[in-house]
């Protein structure tokens, strides 16, 4: 940082467009980091600007007062009031208050300004809100606020110029003008006050409040319904997990196709010896069979994010409150749980806005359950070895199956978070308290944006990891080489092949070969790469006519379809994701939580693949 | 903006058979009294509109409601609430929809 930077910080309400803000004054200027000794996400970005001032911009977690109830809350109050070492005092506030939703942004902005920081108040979404019949008088709100008035629509390209002229039209010495620090925690009365001022101030400045959308309360009427409600995300949720199914066949098949003719070439075009085999036992069938996955990812990706944007979680999250309050997780747990369902990381990292601590834990306790994407190629991959493709009922039943495949996650998250709540008490005040935004149209831009950083990382994972546990796997399963004589496949007598059946000793009693021992050892540092080590393993077994055929329907002649359900059950509950348990060691700052979570999962695990296990067998048998 | 209330006419008509009917429900299932107005949010129905009265104690929730806006004098809507213990519920206050669990809004009187 330089010092002559001018430092900004960002406050406002939750969704109040200041992140958006935050993208359009800073672009890809960006860093994104941690608070020192906290889990809460700081976002610092850049800019310059015409007249070569640079100003340094923080995006402060969005908050309704300066009086928090959860960590993020905590750390805007404590950097507006300069009370972290770590982080100097900002020189000035920008304070956004969205224009659709203002008495509460002005509320905020009048408990803000108390703290003594030169501020500026940007009224965003004002287009939105003038479509709706808002009007405002900003020369009167600025001189009844004291503090100027602009207006920006950050959504929009050139939508914050007029802050950045302004911004730069002040005077140095006015960023530099050292605050005066006198503050206490606001009282009741205090708020109080603040909603009397600031409704006082709106009806002095002209103020009419945007109608409210004819669309947004009809489809509320619909989407909150008791049971109409239910009915459609129940639907929705469904028809995510058809479409996965369904719309990613034809561009997997394609990508399927081209690995198949890229492995052909190689191996007709290399001479016979280890580098050939590296290459196409090794990478292109371990890497292929992982990039395979990439169209149901961002499929999977693509709802999930619009879901996001239109406003609809929030929704969600009030539906499912009774469920969740049933086994002792708070409202909020909704969001990170859903987040889990695309990856746990995210989703661990997102119970930061949970407010109470007990409830916090125990959603991090339960977010490995949430079906992540990277378990996405082991069912697509078993589902489609063992499962017919066809339809019941109108449905497609590999569809089907995968649904209730997530279902078995949240049962188990459900029945794990109700065991914890038995064991050690729920808290008493479970906050919900969400606010449910207007709805809005997923932006285009937004989303394709969104995707692009998903694939990126999926192909990163796939050309970084995944590709380097490939060659180490190649090599352990080729050398030492057999000896001579041998009769059996070579991998048999490789190390990974003896560990392997080392394993299966263990692993036998739930139906698990060798071959899926192995796999599942490299399978620890990322899920997916299981698909891609059993495509090596298998290829390193087989005779070149194995090796030419797609690893499903290997895997479906190789393995009985018990062994096949109870690998299913196995990844349910396995935590097979180093990561995710790293990510859990930083936020509860112990080993304790990882070691349980890592215990109590492959129990679960062993449990539910013994149990499939035996009971598929019983079946197929009587 | 008027609040709509619980029509108070039927608590004045004892003979009205549907209120006699109602108050054999209310004996045994724990259900909100009809006949009198509710004195909570968590007692108004979809679509009912009231005054903020007051919250009572001053914790975190108490005030976290108030920063949200549920302060004296404000009106709030009640937009939907879920089966079968009108919990959690959906109230439009301060030009925004908040959802509260019933306890929450039971902090909340409303006149």
């Known amino acids: ?622 | 903006m008027v609040g709509r209330r619980v029509p108070e006419t039927h608590s004045a008509n004892e003979n009205d058979p549907q209120l006699h009917k109602r108050g054999g429900l209310s004996d045994t299932l724990p259900m909100t009294d009809l006949t009198q107005p509710p004195t909570t949010l968590s007692g108004l129905r979809a679509g009912q509109s009231a005054v903020v009265d007051r919250i009572d104690a001053d914790d975190v929730l108490a005030r976290r409601l108030l920063e949200i806006g549920f302060f004296p004098g404000a009106s709030v809507e009640l937009v939907a609430s879920l089966w079968p213990a009108r919990d959690p519920v959906a109230v439009r206050v301060s030009g925004a929809t908040f959802a509260l669990r019933r306890k929450e809004a039971e902090r909340v009187k409303i006149r």
Not at chain 1, 385 to 407: C, E, K, M, S, T
Not at chain 1, 473 to 488: D, E, N, R, V
């Open chain 1, 1 to 622: 940082m330089n010092a002559a930077d001018f430092r900004i910080a960002l406050v406002g309400l939750p969704n109040c467009g200041k992140t958006a803000l935050f993208n359009r004054m800073t672009g890809s200027r960006q860093r994104v980091a941690n608070y020192p000794g906290v889990t809460v996400e700081r976002k610092e970005g850049y800019y310059e600007s015409a007249s070569w001032r640079r100003y340094r911009l923080l995006d402060l977690p969005g908050t309704y007062s300066l009086t928090p109830t959860t960590l993020d809350e905590a750390i805007t109050r404590d950097v507006a009031l300069g009370r972290l070492t770590s982080e100097p005092r900002p020189e000035t506030i920008v304070l956004v208050a969205d224009a659709t939703h203002l008495p509460l942004s002005l509320r905020l902005a009048l408990e803000v300004k108390r703290i003594g920081l030169p501020m500026i108040v940007v009224l965003n979404m004002t287009d939105l809100a003038r479509k709706r019949g808002f009007t405002i008088d900003c020369g009167r709100l600025s001189k009844e606020l004291g503090t100027p008035v602009i207006e920006t629509v950050a959504v929009a390209r050139g939508g914050a110029d007029a802050l950045i002229t302004h911004l730069d039209s002040l005077p140095s010495d006015f960023l530099a003008t050292p605050p005066t620090m006198e503050w206490r925690e606001p009282s009741a009365e205090d708020v109080q006050q603040t909603h009397t001022e600031a409704a006082r101030i709106l009806a002095a400045s002209g103020y009419r409040e945007p109608a409210r959308s004819e669309f947004i309360t009809a489809a509320d009427r619909v989407l909150l319904h008791p049971f109409f409600g239910l009915l459609v995300l129940g639907m929705l949720l469904f028809f995510v997990f058809q479409a996965v199914f369904t719309w990613a066949a034809l561009p997997m098949d394609l990508i399927d196709a081209g690995i198949a003719s890229i492995a052909e070439w190689v191996r007709g075009s290399m001479p016979d010896g280890p580098l050939r085999s590296l290459l196409a036992d090794g990478i292109i069938a371990g890497v292929g069979n992982v990039i395979i996955f990439l169209p149901q990812i961002v499929i999977l990706f693509a709802f999930i994010l619009a879901l996001e944007d239109s406003g609809y979680l929030p929704r969600a999250a009030y539906l499912l409150d009774r469920v969740m309050g049933s086994v002792g997780l708070s409202g909020r747990a909704f969001i990170p749980l859903l987040s889990s369902f695309a990856c746990a990381i995210p989703g661990i990292m997102a119970t930061r806005t949970i407010p109470s601590p007990r409830d916090r834990l125990t959603t991090i306790m339960v977010a490995p359950l949430m079906t992540c994407s990277a378990r996405l190629p082991v069912y697509a991959l078993l589902i489609a070895a063992f499962v017919p493709d066809r339809d019941i009922g109108g449905f497609n039943l590999q569809g089907v199956v995968l649904f209730a495949l997530y279902f078995a996650g949240v049962a188990g998250a459900l029945l794990v978070a109700w065991v914890l709540k038995k064991f050690r008490g729920g808290s008493d005040t479970h906050l919900l308290m969400l606010e449910l935004p207007d709805y809005q149209w997923p932006r285009f831009g937004n989303l394709a944006f969104g995707l692009w950083e998903r694939a990126r990382l999926f192909l990163a994972r796939a050309g970084g990891i995944i590709l380097a546990l490939m060659v180490v796997l190649w090599f352990i399963s080729t050398y030492p080489a057999p000896p001579a004589g041998a009769t059996g496949p070579a991998i048999e007598y490789s190390f990974a092949g003896r560990l392997g059946q080392t394993l299966a000793v263990v692993l036998a009693p739930i139906g698990f070969n060798w071959q899926i021992s192995i796999a599942l050892i490299p399978g620890l540092a990322a899920r997916e790469v299981a698909v891609g080590a059993l495509g090596t393993v298998y290829a390193l077994s087989g005779d070149e006519d194995v090796v030419s055929t797609a690893l499903s329907t290997v895997i479906a002649s190789q393995w009985g379809l018990a062994t096949g359900l109870a690998l299913l059950a196995w990844y349910v509950f396995a935590p097979q994701c180093l990561a995710t348990l790293a990510v859990v060691k930083r936020e509860t700052n112990s080993w304790r939580y990882p070691l349980i979570i890592t215990a109590y999962l492959f129990g679960l695990a062993y449990l539910a693949a013994f149990a499939t296990y035996r009971i598929a067998l019983w079946y197929s048998v009587g």
